[in-house]
């Protein structure tokens, strides 16, 4: 187990449907990164953040979303959703990076199916 | 900008083989971080390793070891007497400066037969 929890794991919707994915970080990590890994494919950086502000975005679609809660709890939003978005999407999370000890460490992911 | 280029889509060995996995990477920034993860048939991203850029030195943990080339903007990863346990996809990745965005590799397929 690596502390980072993910939920839920698996999940099979509709075109067009919104969906939330939530991530806890490990604890005492501040940092949550989110990427999207499709079939074959390797791993899309969508958004980073830190103690609850976005720091970094990637090629994240518009219909996406996320935030980071003062928990350090985050969640991401992807809405009217297409085929295209079926993927993996993992959260990570990673200690205070001003240490120089920054490391990512991942979840399990979360399955999405969009039929 | 920061690129990590894996050019090894998939390699196939036989069980005890050495193999080495090419990880080349693209910054302008002179403090970075370089990483190698492990995805498992399980799904699950395993860190194995972090090198800063002022640290070229090699790295050997089992039979695991870790090439790292400024000159080349190289950091391989060789596995020695493989075994089929280390069958997976293996991504390299490259960190900015303040960890803000972490660039991953298209990954690295490595089937280990017996």
């Known amino acids: 187990d690596s502390g980072v929890t993910q939920t839920p794991k698996h999940l099979i919707t509709a075109t067009g449907q919104r969906v939330t994915l939530r991530c806890s970080p490990r604890?005492?990590?501040?940092?949550v990164y989110w990427y999207q890994q499709s079939l074959d494919q390797g791993l899309q950086f969508l958004i980073h953040?830190?103690?609850?502000?976005?720091?970094a975005k990637g090629n994240i679609l518009e219909r996406f979303s996320a935030q980071q809660f003062p928990d350090l709890h985050s969640e991401l939003n992807l809405s009217s959703l297409e085929l295209g978005d079926s993927a993996l999407y993992f959260c990570?999370?990673?200690?205070?990076?001003?240490?120089?000890?920054?490391?990512?460490?991942f979840g399990a992911g979360s399955r999405l199916t969009v039929l | 900008a920061q690129k990590v280029t894996q050019a090894q889509t998939e390699i196939s060995v036989v069980e005890k083989e050495d193999v080495t996995l090419d990880c080349v990477y693209e910054?302008?920034?002179?403090?970075?971080?370089l990483f190698w993860y492990k995805q498992p048939p399980s799904g699950e991203l395993v860190f194995l390793i972090r090198?800063?850029?002022?640290?070229?030195q090699n790295e050997i943990s089992g039979r695991y070891s870790w090439n790292f080339q400024k000159s080349t903007s190289s950091f391989n990863f060789t596995i020695t007497a493989s075994q089929v346990v280390d069958s997976a996809v293996y991504f390299c990745?490259?960190?900015?400066?303040?960890?803000?965005?972490?660039?991953f590799g298209s990954g690295t397929k490595l089937n280990v037969k017996p």
């Open positions: 604890s005492g990590d501040l940092s």
């Open positions: 910054t302008r920034d002179t403090t970075y971080y």
């Open positions: 990745a490259l960190s900015e400066y303040n960890f803000n965005k972490f660039y």
């Open positions: 953040y830190y103690n609850g502000e976005e720091r």
């Open positions: 090198r800063n850029s002022f640290d070229e």
């Open positions: 990570a999370s990673g200690g205070d990076g001003n240490s120089g000890a920054n490391v990512l460490t």
